[in-house]
């Protein structure tokens, strides 16, 4: 049974930080990702990271300010968004992949949480 969800989502000026959270499986998938999408706008990948959290993807949009996470053991995702810019206001969603595969540059991951909402102000 896998029943992704997200957390720690809210509103914050521009320039501050949150961390959201994914839980809801049981063992740790191979592919874990965050990806967003705003009022019609398509969704878009944001970061992932494989199983053992050695390698990870960014959007360039977010690279140097977000850094994606996994503790294993907690069964956790972790998605540390820091000097947030009001572009990064969007319903952000948690997935993931039990299939051993590419993980990057894709948006066909098996499993999806409901979303969080983060909304930045200027």
């Known amino acids: 049974q896998v029943q992704l969800v997200e957390s720690g989502g809210g509103s914050v000026q521009a320039g501050g930080s949150l961390r959201l959270s994914c839980t809801g499986y049981g063992y740790s998938p191979y592919c874990m990702g965050w990806f967003r999408q705003a009022p019609g706008k398509e969704r878009e990948g944001v970061a992932t990271i494989y199983t053992g959290g050695s390698s990870t993807y960014y959007a360039d949009s977010v690279k140097g300010r977000f850094t994606i996470s996994r503790d294993n053991a907690k069964n956790t995702l972790y998605l540390q968004m820091n000097s947030l810019k009001p572009e990064d206001t969007a319903m952000y969603y948690c997935?993931?992949?039990?299939?051993?595969?590419?993980?990057?540059?894709?948006?066909?991951?098996?499993?999806w949480g409901q979303g969080t909402q983060v909304t930045v102000s200027s």
């Open positions: 997935a993931a992949d039990w299939r051993k595969r590419n993980c990057n540059y894709r948006t066909d991951f098996g499993y």
